[in-house]
């Protein structure tokens, strides 16, 4: 099972991109996958354990688990 981010990890995550400074990021955050970059992500949400799950729109591969509710 992927690693399940929660709120206070999303606070402090930046970008993975090489040689960034992190100086200059909008206020949103994007997810893709590394499989295929520029393909769309599928997200979906289950209501019993309270994870949103993102996949590559493309192959299906899980991005990551986000933990919604707690």
């Known amino acids: 099972m992927p690693h399940i981010l929660n ?13 960034c400074d992190h100086k200059n990021h909008p206020s ?3 997810f893709h996958s590394r499989c295929h970059i520029t393909a ?3 997200v979906s949400y289950d209501n019993k354990t309270g ?7 493309e192959c299906g591969t899980n991005i990551c688990l986000v933990e ?3």
Do not use: H, N
């Open 51 to 57: 994870l949103l799950k993102i996949d590559c729109g």
């Open 7 to 19: 709120r206070q990890q999303l606070d402090v995550m930046q970008c993975q991109m090489p040689g």
């Open 40 to 42: 769309d992500c599928e």
């Open 28 to 30: 949103q955050f994007f």
């Open 68 to 70: 919604v509710a707690g």
